[in-house]
């Protein structure tokens, strides 16, 4: 049965006969190079003028769907398909490039992906090697903890109350009173920053950081309209702040404990000083404390722990510790602040893993945590000795470095200015990934983020005597 044209419908005649040749198209009856019937033909078959039919051809033409060749007639175009394509499909490249969340790097993208391939030896990667998670221990604690229905659905606003209790004692060890009103447990620290950049700055406002910052590798604040300002403490700190800040809101970031990427550990009067600074202008400060547990000797006092009138923004985590894949870490803060914080984690995710919960405060609880590090920190300290022994009988000439303190990193800084995308690229070339300090601060071309947690032994030695050829050309 030949199809008819429908002379009550809401659309032209014209708008039918195009509709008409694209769905022939489409179905593949026409396909790419096929004769379209003459403009006689189809104003015959369809009882309409020629010139009707010839206005839908010139659409169609136009469209880049049918190309007229001189003498022969008119074919379906050779990019039929593709037009149709995109005339039907969400124009997706458009919405991704009007969103307000900023795509990463091009370097850290790289990495990102790069990080997922087992023939890749990792040089810079932020996280424990599988050999150093407890996960026999973790499985048999499994055993061990009761579950009952409240305690495994959804969580509070603030999370666990157990685990927040839990957590109420262990910060004391680091100088922090709180309650469990005061704390919020989010989905590692990075989630922290997120909620903070969402639910208590407004579009335009500062965010101070050091040099070298973590927050350049990821886009939290940039993302949501903040300004990004690199503020050196050794150089007349209290008056750039305040020229900087203005009357804007504004906040200071920093990795005070065992910095990332720098492994940099604050003196007690530098922490002291930032605080005092900040408080008086009124400047709340975000302690990123994720580290602490790692260093090889004894720990520092907290910044929190100066705090009495909630200057200070707290954030932990188990995720450098003990599993990146429990996704747990908090957020110690005055009251109204956790509310907020909590009601936007409500609306974003409905609470963090209420079993992860259940694992993190078994694990306090129960002194597994505390026996955990110490075993942690003595296999960190040999993998850092044994990259540092490579770095003294190879290294010497061709770079400097400062004597790891704990955590993950020795921040390796080159005498040349070498550390650039091509230099990156020729390295995974060689199936190499680093961490390059352009990452953390743009204009750097000197320094790299060395890992010695996460490669294994073999890896490490075989990585450095290929990054030492690779510096060297």
């Not at 920053?193 to 604040?221: D, K, M, R, T």
């Not at 995710?349 to 110490?374: C, P, R």
């Not at 790299?448 to 005597?465: F, N, W």
Request: positive net charge; charged residues 25%.
């Amino acid at each position: 049965m030949k199809w008819k044209l429908n002379r009550d419908s809401h659309l032209t005649l014209q708008d039918q006969i195009v509709d008409w040749i694209k769905s022939r198209i489409e179905r593949g009856d026409w396909s790419v190079g096929t004769k379209i019937p003459s403009q006689r033909h189809l104003a015959s078959q369809f009882d309409v003028n020629r010139s009707t039919v010839q206005l839908a051809l010139d659409e169609l033409r136009a469209d880049g769907l049918i190309e007229s060749k001189m003498g022969s007639g008119v074919f379906v175009a050779n990019n039929s398909w593709n037009v149709l394509l995109k005339k039907y499909q969400p124009n997706w490249h458009r919405h991704i490039e009007s969103s307000i969340h900023k795509p990463n790097f091009h370097t850290i993208q790289l990495i990102n992906e790069y990080e997922q391939m087992d023939h890749i030896i990792r040089l810079g990667t932020g996280e424990l090697s599988p050999d150093l998670l407890p996960t026999k221990q973790i499985e048999d604690s499994l055993r061990k903890i009761s579950l009952d229905s409240k305690a495994i659905g959804y969580s509070s606003p603030q999370g666990s109350e157990k685990l927040r209790k839990i957590l109420c004692n262990y910060l004391k060890k680091r100088g922090i009173e709180s309650t469990p009103e005061n704390i919020l447990i989010v989905s590692g620290a990075l989630q922290a920053l997120q909620l903070i950049a969402v639910g208590l700055l407004e579009e335009g406002s500062i965010l101070f950081h050091e040099p070298f910052s973590y927050l350049n590798s990821v886009h939290p604040f940039q993302s949501n309209g903040m300004q990004m300002i690199s503020i050196s403490r050794e150089c007349q700190l209290k008056d750039n702040l305040r020229a900087h800040k203005g009357r804007r809101q504004s906040l200071f970031y920093c990795v005070p404990t065992l910095n990332n990427p720098t492994g940099y550990n604050w003196s007690l009067e530098e922490k002291q000083y930032l605080f005092n600074t900040c408080k008086e202008l009124q400047i709340p400060i975000i302690e990123d404390d994720v580290y602490h547990e790692l260093l090889f000797e004894s720990t520092l006092p907290a910044i929190k722990s100066f705090d009495k009138s909630g200057q200070v923004l707290y954030i932990g985590s188990v995720s450098k510790t003990l599993s990146p894949g429990l996704r747990i870490g908090w957020v110690v803060a005055p009251s109204p602040v956790i509310e907020r914080l909590a009601d936007i984690k409500m609306q974003t995710d409905y609470g963090s893993s209420a079993f992860s919960q259940e694992i993190v405060s078994h694990w306090i609880s129960s002194g597994l945590y505390e026996k955990h590090l110490i075993n942690l920190r003595e296999q960190l300290q040999r993998r850092a000795l044994f990259v540092e022994e490579i770095l003294e009988k190879k290294y010497t000439k061709i770079a400097s470095w400062k004597k790891s303190e704990g955590g993950f990193y020795i921040w390796l800084k080159f005498h040349k200015p070498i550390v650039n995308k091509s230099f990156f690229l020729k390295l995974l070339k060689e199936n190499i990934l680093i961490n390059p300090g352009y990452i953390y601060e743009p204009r750097d071309l000197y320094h790299i983020r060395l890992s010695y947690a996460y490669a294994s032994l073999e890896e490490l030695k075989k990585g450095l005597t290929i990054l030492l050829q690779i510096s060297q050309l």
